[in-house]
T-cell receptor, first 109, second 117 residues
Framework: SQQGEEDPQALSIQEGENATMNCSYK?????LQWYRQNSGRGLVHLIL?????REKHSGRLRVTLDTSKKSSSLLITASRAADTASYFC?????????FGKGITLSVRP | GAVVSQHPSWVICKSGTSVKIECRSL??????MFWYRQFPKQSLMLMAT?????????EQGVEKDKFLINHASLTLSTLTVTSAHPEDSSFYIC?????????????FGPGTRLTVL
C-alpha cells in the first residue's frame, strides 16, 4: 500500500523559479528518499534524509523532514527545463521503500 | 558508481509465452534486489524482495508462481513472467541495495517495458 502522498499532484513553473513539493506519510520511518523519473525511464535517486535529520542539501536540492508532522518537502532552486519530470517520495521502513503517487513537474523555458 | 542495468529494455510477446528480465548491479555487490511494477502515470508497486541465495519474499497479492524470481549472485537477479497475458503488460523496474544494509540507498535500473499481445 502507498504510504507517501505528494502534494501538489502537478506543478508548472517558469524556468528560474523555485519548485516546492511536499510529501506526507502515515507510519514510522527510518528514512525518506526523493527520486526523479523522466517519462518512460527508470528512477534516479536524488537525496536520502534519515529520520534523525531535519534538513539536507545537495546542489540545487534542499530536503526537509519533520517527523512530528510526518512530512517532508523537496525544494528545487533556480529550476531548469531539464528538471521537468515526475518526482516521487519514498519512505524507508522494514527494509522496504514505499512510494507515493508522484508529482509531475513541468518547467517552462 | 552504483549503476544498475536491466535487459531487455523492452519486449513484446504473445499471450501464453514466458519472458525473462535481468537486473544487474554493475559496479557494486547487491545483497538485496527489489522488483517493482508501474502502470502508466501511477506509482511503483513493490512486487517482491530478492536476497542472494535465498527465496524471494513476495508482497501480498503477487503470485509467486506467476512471477518467478531468481537471485543467483550478488550482481544478478532475474524476473520471469510465466504464461504472460495482456494484463501483465506493464513497466517493470528493479532496484539493488548495497552491502551497507537497510539504511543504504536503493539504486534503480532503467526499467523494462513489457507488452503482451
Amino acid at each position: 500500500s502507498q504510504q507517501g502522498e505528494e502534494d501538489p499532484q502537478a506543478l508548472s513553473i517558469q524556468e528560474g523559479e523555485n519548485a516546492t513539493m511536499n510529501c506526507s506519510y502515515k507510519t514510522s520511518i527510518n528514512n525518506l528518499q526523493w527520486y526523479r523519473q523522466n517519462s518512460g525511464r527508470g528512477l534516479v535517486h536524488l537525496i536520502l534524509i534519515r529520520s534523525n535529520e531535519r534538513e539536507k542539501h545537495s546542489g540545487r536540492l534542499r530536503v526537509t523532514l519533520d517527523t512530528s508532522k510526518k512530512s517532508s518537502s523537496l525544494l528545487i532552486t533556480a529550476s531548469r527545463a531539464a528538471d521537468t519530470a515526475s518526482y516521487f517520495c519514498a519512505t524507508g521502513a522494514n527494509s522496504k521503500l514505499t512510494f507515493g503517487k508522484g508529482i509531475t513537474l513541468s518547467v517552462r523555458p | 558508481g552504483a549503476v544498475v542495468s536491466q535487459h531487455p529494455s523492452w519486449v513484446i510477446c504473445k499471450s501464453g509465452t514466458s519472458v525473462k528480465i535481468e537486473c544487474r548491479s554493475l559496479d557494486f555487490q547487491a545483497t538485496t534486489m527489489f522488483w517493482y511494477r508501474q502502470f502508466p502515470k501511477q506509482s511503483l508497486m513493490l512486487m517482491a524482495t530478492s536476497n542472494e541465495g535465498s527465496k524471494a519474499t513476495y508482497e501480498q497479492g503477487v503470485e509467486k508462481d506467476k512471477f518467478l524470481i531468481n537471485h543467483a549472485s550478488l550482481t544478478l537477479s532475474t524476473l520471469t513472467v510465466t504464461s504472460a497475458h495482456p494484463e501483465d503488460s506493464s513497466f517493470y523496474i528493479c532496484s539493488a541495495r548495497g552491502l551497507a544494509g537497510p539504511g543504504d540507498t536503493q539504486y534503480f535500473g532503467p526499467g523494462t517495458r513489457l507488452t503482451v499481445l
